[in-house]
């Protein structure tokens, strides 16, 4: 059973930044697929960005603003926000996919006020 456990959400103003992170209980390999998705208010749970093995993949909303990267030493994933809108504003979650086996945190709430 991994743990996903995500930090650094909080209130914002539109044009600023934000950094997220999340942190694994257990080792992650490289090749499995570790990323962001979110929820906003009674909206359903979208992909924001993954990366596999050093490679990224992002929703086209944010493509330009957000960077996902990891620290596979540290068991960790990010994601970079700049030049965040009030569309952002959504419950932020981590998600691992640890050899078909998945794993989601609790989530973090991201809030872009106007």
């Known amino acids: 059973q991994v743990q996903l456990v995500e930090s650094g959400g909080g209130l914002v103003q539109a044009g600023g930044s934000l950094r997220l992170s999340c942190a694994a209980s257990?080792?992650?390999?490289?090749?499995?697929?570790m990323g962001w998705y979110r929820q906003a208010p009674g909206k359903q749970r979208d992909l924001v960005a993954t990366?596999?093995?050093?490679?990224?993949n992002y929703a086209d909303s944010v493509k330009g603003r957000f960077t996902i990267s990891r620290d596979n030493a540290k068991n960790m994933v990010y994601l970079q926000m700049n030049s965040l809108q009030p569309e952002d504003t959504a419950v932020y979650y981590c998600?691992?996919?640890?050899?078909?086996?998945?794993?989601w945190g609790k989530g973090t709430l991201v809030t872009v006020s106007s």
């Open positions: 257990q080792s992650i390999s490289s090749i499995n697929p």
């Open positions: 998600n691992v996919d640890r050899w078909g086996m998945n794993y």
């Open positions: 990366i596999t093995s050093g490679r990224t």
